[in-house]
């Protein structure tokens, strides 16, 4: 019986509860992060995700030797940029040793790992990867552990180690965007997800395994319904349909829902009509307006609710609007549920939003497959209202940083530095981030394609700012970023991404 040592840098196949296994490497954990006591495990971060949890000794298996029969049981998209990403990592890792030879002692010799800081760092730095083979170990490393096969061959008698998730809560501190799904989506809903008991008394459940990447998602029987198909909509429901949800749709401009009639959904003549033929109906319209006049309006929502239909608001709208329509739905024997979604329209073709869900709990249990097919994670915030208010203050922090992150490109320019430096340098530091490179790339750039309109962020800086004003709470730095935004507004930017706030700046 053959045993294999691990150590800090050995690439590995780590298994995770009901989750497939997935190629990593460990790292170092962050001095403030304890050992879960009583296990032998390893702490490890996995390749094409920001995921890192402590794994069992026995639920690891070293990458090289068990390549081939992981490849062949595992077939999803991201699961094989993940395997891609590994081989990415060992050719650079080969080339920089082969860039080092003969240059002298001072030169060829390593540097030591550094300490991962958890989500802060992508962990591409190439020094810190080691040849499995390697048998020296940093001072910070745990103790070596042992895997024991059962045969001498790759994947000759290796079982994994049936464990589940929530017996070691470090797994879901760390994992709360597995990019695959458990092989059964059928279970209740409570069993997939981690409930978090919050200061305020609320409750929000985040989805451990909410990513619609490999399409092994189990669609929901009920009749879907959902009325909206712009920015955010459009990608939505066509990851509804990918995932094998049984879809109508409906669109105030009509023609928009051709391409989706094409993919397999049905057509709604109206609101009325698409409430009354679903189980389920989602909307994700602009505005507060837009919403009301969904429900309220002639041939609207309320008309097709009875008694069991249940409503989901997806909108970005003030809490009195998300109050009134749980009320109205309600009182016709219908159930409410809200879940705006953060994120932009790249994030929504990609399947990759963020669900705030808050309202009736069953029916947020109810919409478990479409939330997994359209996002990477939902929350459960409680009482409906919550999500609104939780939305909106996302929404002003990101309205505000993209205003100041123009304000620092302009105000290089205007003092002679080069706004690609800024950006350069900038990427380098604590604030690096693909929203801060994207947006930042777009400007200098000038593409202000639509990924999330500004005119919708300006309407939700105005709308936090009435919620601050309503808590008396003060919000002045929301207060200045609206007014840049109502300025990109006058200057004819309303139907640009939020980054043509730029334009107010050097007009």
């Known amino acids: 019986m053959a045993t294999v040592h691990l150590r800090i840098g050995d690439l590995v196949w780590g298994k995770l509860g009901r989750y497939p296994p997935w190629p990593g490497k460990i790292v170092s954990p962050p001095k403030d992060l304890k050992k879960p006591r009583g296990k032998k495990c390893h702490f490890v971060k996995f390749f094409g995700t920001e995921d890192h949890a402590w794994i069992k000794v026995e639920q690891l298996k070293p990458y090289h030797a068990h390549k081939e ?11 094989q940029q993940a395997v891609d990403a590994v081989e990415d990592f060992l050719k650079k890792a080969k080339g920089k040793e082969q860039n080092s030879d003969g240059k002298g002692d001072s030169k060829g010799k390593k540097t030591p790992n550094k300490p991962l800081k958890i989500l802060d760092e992508d962990d591409e730095d190439l020094s810190a990867l080691k040849d499995p083979s390697e ?3 940093a001072d910070s490393d745990p103790e070596p552990s042992t895997i024991e096969r059962l045969g001498a061959g790759p994947g000759s008698g290796f079982k994994w180690e049936s464990s589940p998730v929530k017996d070691d809560p470090h797994f879901h501190h760390f994992l709360l965007s597995q990019s695959e799904k458990p092989a059964s989506s059928m279970e209740p809903i409570s069993k997939r997800l981690k409930i978090i008991e919050e200061v305020t008394g609320s409750t929000s459940i985040q989805a451990a395994d909410s990513t619609a990447i490999n399409g092994s998602i189990t669609p929901t029987d009920k009749r879907i319904g959902f009325l909206g198909l712009g920015l955010m909509g459009s990608g939505i429901v066509s990851n509804l349909l990918k995932m094998g949800h049984i879809v109508t749709v409906w669109n105030r401009t009509a023609e928009k829902c051709d391409l989706f009639i094409q993919e397999g959904a049905r057509l709604g003549r109206t609101p009325a009509e698409v409430a009354s033929m679903c189980d389920i109906t989602f909307s994700c319209v602009s505005d507060p307006k837009a919403a009301r006049d969904l429900v309220l309006g002639p041939s609207g929502v309320l008309q097709g609710i009875r ?3 249940c409503y989901v608001e997806m909108s970005t709208v003030d809490p009195e609007t998300i109050t009134e329509l749980s009320q109205v739905i309600t009182s016709r ?3 409410f549920l809200e879940a705006p979604v953060a994120g932009s329209q790249q994030l929504s073709n990609d399947g990759m939003l963020v669900i705030l869900a808050a309202g009736d709990r069953t029916v947020y249990e109810d919409c478990s497959s479409c939330f997994q097919a359209m996002g990477k994670t939902s929350f459960f915030l409680g009482e409906a209202g919550n999500a609104a208010r939780m939305m909106l203050i996302l929404n002003m922090v990101q309205g505000s940083f993209m205003a100041t992150i123009a304000e620092g490109l302009t105000l290089a320019q205007a003092t002679g530095q ?3 430096t ?7 530091g604590q604030m690096a981030s693909t929203f801060v490179d994207q947006k930042c790339q777009n400007i200098l750039q000038g593409n202000f394609k639509p990924d999330y309109y500004l005119k919708h962020i300006q309407k939700d800086l105005r ?3 009435s919620m601050g004003d309503m808590a008396n709470h003060p919000t002045p730095m929301a207060a200045a970023a609206n007014e840049v935004y109502k300025r990109a507004k006058a200057l004819d930017q309303s139907d640009n991404d939020i980054s043509a706030v730029y334009r107010a700046y050097i007009h």
């Open 135 to 137: 048998k020296d170990l």
């Open 307 to 309: 008694p069991g239909k």
């Open 463 to 465: 709308l936090a700012i």
């Open 333 to 335: 024997g219908g159930r």
């Open 422 to 428: 800024f950006l350069d340098i900038l990427c380098q």
């Open 418 to 420: 080069s706004q690609q």
């Open 69 to 79: 029969e992981m490849i062949k049981i595992n077939k999803g998209k991201r699961f």
